[in-house]
Structure formats: C-alpha cells, structure tokens
C-alpha cells in the first residue's frame, strides 16, 4: 500500500475528492480504488496504478484461536508484525508496531535483540489497522482497542504514531475511541512530557519491569539515561495535569525481577510517588531465549505482596505463545 502519495496526486482536484478517498480507505475499508464509485473513471484507475490500497501481508494463526499473527511487508523490503487479540468480553484489541525493529535494546525483548532499522511513517501504521479491519468487516465485527505495544517504541515516533491515532480516532476515520487507545513505552522523558500537554484522552503505560533503578538498568539500558526517579518525575506531573490513570507493566521475568524481595521494593517504590491513579499490571513473560518467565506460584506471591501494600494490580496473561505473537515478543522469527 502506498497512501502517502494521496495528497500529491489529488492536489489539483476539488477538496472534496480527498476527502471522499480518505474515508473510502478508512472508514468503507475499501480493497481497491474500483470500489469507490463516487470517484470519477479516470481519477480511480490514476490511483489504482499510483497509489495502490492493497496490503502484502502474511496471516498466522493461533492454535489458541483468539489471537492471529500478520506479518506487514513494507514497500523497501522491511517486515514488521501486528497481534489481533479476541477476548471473551467482546473487546477486540490490536497490538501494532511503531518502528521496524528498536534502539531500546531491553535484554529480555526479542525485538530489542534485532536493533533498529527505521521509523514507520503514519500510514505504515494505519495500514496494520486497516488489514485487521478490512478482515473483521467480513464477520461484522470491528476493532474495539488499539495498543501500541508491537514492535519499536512509540515515543521515539511520536508524530507518525499521533498523526495515526488522530486518524483512528477520528468520525471520518476508524472512530475508535481516545479511551480505547494506549501507547506503551519504555520511558522516553520528552516524549511522556509532550503527551501530557496533547489534547488527546488516550492511555499511557510505562513499562517499568524493575523495582529499582540498579536492575532496571541492567535489563533496560534506557534507564541509564532516563532512570526511575526521573521518569515518575514527569509521570507524577502527566497524572496531574490529565487526571488520567496510568498503567504500570511489569513483566515477570523468574529469578529476575520476581521474588518477595522486588514486590516490597516495587511496592514502596510506587507508593505514593504518583498518587493514587495508577495501577500495576503482572505480565505472563513469553520466553524468549534470553530469559524465562516467572513461575505461576511466584507471580501469585508478588501479587498478593502488592495488595497488602495497597497498590492496585492485576495479571494480564499473554495470547500466541505459540505463534510467536504476544506483544513484546514479536521476534521477526520469520526473517
Ligand atoms: N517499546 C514499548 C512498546 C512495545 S513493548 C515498551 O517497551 O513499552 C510492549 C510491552 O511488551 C512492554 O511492556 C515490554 O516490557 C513487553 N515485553 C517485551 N518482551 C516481552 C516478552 N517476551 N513477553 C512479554 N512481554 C514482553
Ligand atoms: Fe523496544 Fe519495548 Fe522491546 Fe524495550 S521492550 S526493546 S522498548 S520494544
């Protein structure tokens, strides 16, 4: 797919036809310019060979069946991969990719392992959307929830990602709900800064993983730069002023981060230091090579160690295991 080329292409042509083109693609989920019969001939086969709608992508599914895997392939040859998650209480979440591949280099995330190749621009973005939408059309569905907790960091593609939202979030566009939307990052001070003056009401999770600074920066060398103390610095200042919750991610790394010991840390560590609107959510580790998950009785230890101190928590279980496609774990297993 290519829309960046839309505007350019339909600059000499009335406002309108814009207009018309963009809600064909987003909003009527159209497959190809043929479709839009409210566009003249001549402008639809101009499009059709300049600016094609169709999406080269790979589908994996789930033994599980309420994940699928799809692998994007991008115009200059790059790969990247989007998680669509069923739930049982209707919610239809999309986990999508903000960059190919990332620079964060976090020691327990596949991703990180593979490095950064480049951002992916707005549409790039859009186009994971689109694929899920235009194969959920098919059964009357729609997507309820879009994560950005695919591959790469999103704060580190701040306008492409707030552009993309923007559209997703808009009538003309997806009209997804700003509640339904969450960016997920390691902790890009500047970025969580920018976030709090954005009009937007979208969520934001941190992904903390540590209970102190020490080990953090041994598993997310992005703390080294931006350590603990500083990010809830901003994060304290973006609940302030958007009175909006927080979701703190800790994923459950065995031996690592896990034992009695890192809950009564993590749970002074929160108390207090962002008031009261946050809430912690124990992430299932989906093994990579580099490290192995918690086992079941340790993460229910942690979690009960939490409650006595008062901090609200809860267990998210991770999808597609098994085709190697839980969020944070898109390995590009493929390449
Ligand atoms: N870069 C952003 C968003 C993408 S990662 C961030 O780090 O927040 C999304 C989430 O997946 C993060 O909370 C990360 O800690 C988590 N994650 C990474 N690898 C994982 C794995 N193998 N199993 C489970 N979660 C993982
Ligand atoms: Fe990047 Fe997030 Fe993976 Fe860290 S956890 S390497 S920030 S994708």
């Not at 814009?18 to 497959?31: D, I, S, T």
């Not at 990052?185 to 979208?202: A, K, N």
């Not at 903390?208 to 953090?216: H, M, Y």
Request: glycine letters at 4%; one cysteine or more.
């Amino acid at each position: 797919m290519n829309l960046s080329t839309l505007e350019k292409i339909l600059v000499h042509h009335p406002a309108y036809r814009l207009k018309q083109a963009r809600e064909a693609v987003f909003n009527q989920l159209v497959e190809s310019w043929d479709e839009v019969s409210s566009l003249p001939l001549d402008l639809r086969t101009k499009l059709e060979q300049e600016c094609p709608i169709n999406i080269k992508h790979k589908i994996f599914e789930s033994d599980e069946s309420n994940t699928q895997k799809a692998i994007v392939y991008l115009h200059d040859g790059e790969q990247i991969e989007t998680v669509f998650m069923q739930h049982k209480d209707k919610r239809n979440t999309l986990c999508v990719s903000s960059q190919v591949g990332c620079a964060m280099a976090c020691e327990f995330c596949a991703t990180g392992h593979q490095g950064f190749t480049r951002n992916l621009s707005e549409f790039e973005i859009l186009e994971q959307v689109i694929l899920f939408a235009r194969i959920l059309k098919k059964q009357n569905q729609k997507i309820t929830n879009i994560v950005f907790m695919g591959m790469g960091e999103p704060l580190l593609n701040y306008d492409n990602v707030l552009e993309a939202i923007r559209i997703i979030n808009s009538k003309e566009g997806f009209n997804i709900g700003a509640r339904h939307i969450s960016i997920s990052t390691s902790g890009i001070r500047e970025g969580i800064v920018r976030l709090t003056r954005e009009p937007l009401q979208i969520n934001l999770a941190l992904s903390l993983n540590a209970s102190n600074s020490k080990l953090r920066s041994e598993i997310m060398p992005i703390n080294r730069q931006y350590p603990i103390d500083k990010i809830f610095l901003v994060l304290a200042e973006y609940i302030k002023v958007t009175r909006r919750r927080v979701m703190i991610e800790y994923v459950m790394l065995g031996r690592v981060n896990d034992t009695e010991k890192h809950a009564r840390e993590l749970s002074l560590l929160l108390d207090n230091k962002l008031g009261k609107l946050f809430f912690v959510n124990l992430i299932n580790f989906n093994p990579t090579k580099y490290f192995k998950p918690s086992a079941k009785e340790s993460i229910e230890k942690f979690k009960k160690i939490l409650e006595k101190y008062h901090i609200p928590v809860t267990q998210r279980f991770a999808f597609g295991h098994n085709i190697h496609g839980a969020c944070g774990q898109l390995t590009g297993s493929v390449k």
